[in-house]
């Protein structure tokens, strides 16, 4: 597809369980960023890519979050031993060169821990 | 941290109506940017406002980055159903930082 795909679209899992986020980009988008959005709330920046370089984690809440973007492109956003409060909606969005540029949002993954 | 304070959180209007809302930040931001967000989508740009004092138009869309960088305003005019959605306000500092700082979003509904 011509947009930023993500997988899946909802997930639930037990608390203490882990779980794997997967976001394909734009083809031939070189920046790619992670969000979470709680209910009600606006987003909250995760983790940013461009391209080979060490990914900026300035936002990750936890030790618990990691994140992987492998060959450039498809990244994998990895949450170990859930814990309610990670229940949110997790948005992808990719960019041409770099922040600077629009940032186009895939649809999110739903994730909720019960 | 950071915040971006969006206003109204909420507002219902009469179709065919004008409506309003506007962020502000204690914080300079190089760039503004306005996103729409429909039930479960990703955001999407609506407008990107990259220098003080700009005015920029897209359909019946207009938004405005003030003068000191620390606000901004977006106007919806003659209002119709599909308008219906949440409006966030964003900011960007520029530089090698990858976020955006988002507002919490005002949530438009729209009386047919």
């Known amino acids: 597809g011509a947009g930023v795909s993500q997988s899946p679209s909802n997930k639930v899992t037990e608390k203490g369980k882990d779980v794997e986020l997967r976001c394909d980009p734009i083809?031939?988008?070189?920046?790619l960023y992670w969000y979470r959005q709680s209910l009600g709330q606006g987003l909250e920046f995760l983790i940013y890519?461009?391209?080979?370089?060490?990914?900026?984690k300035s936002g990750l809440p936890s030790d618990r979050f990691s994140a992987e973007r492998t060959g450039g492109s498809v990244s994998t956003l990895t949450i170990q031993r859930t814990q309610q409060e990670d229940s949110a909606v997790y948005l992808c969005?990719?960019?041409?060169?770099?922040?600077?540029?629009?940032?186009?949002f895939g649809p999110g993954t739903r994730l909720t821990v019960l | 941290g950071q915040q971006l304070n969006q206003s109204p959180q909420s507002m219902f209007i009469q179709e065919g109506e004008d409506v309003s809302m506007n962020c502000t930040s204690s914080s300079i931001f190089n760039t503004w940017l306005w996103y729409k967000q429909d039930p479960g989508e990703g955001p999407v740009l609506l407008i990107a406002?990259?220098?003080?004092?700009e005015l920029t138009s897209n359909g019946r869309l207009t938004a405005q980055f003030g003068i000191t960088r620390k606000d901004s305003f977006l106007n919806i005019s003659a209002s119709i159903p599909s308008d219906v959605g949440i409006y966030f306000c964003?900011?960007?500092?520029?530089?090698?930082?990858?976020?955006?700082?988002f507002g919490k979003g005002t949530k438009l509904s729209v009386k047919p």
């Open positions: 969005a990719s960019s041409l060169v770099g922040p600077g540029d629009t940032q186009y």
């Open positions: 406002l990259y220098k003080a004092g």
């Open positions: 964003a900011g960007f500092y520029g530089g090698s930082q990858g976020n955006l700082i």
């Open positions: 890519f461009q391209g080979n370089s060490a990914p900026d």
């Open positions: 083809s031939g988008h070189t920046a």
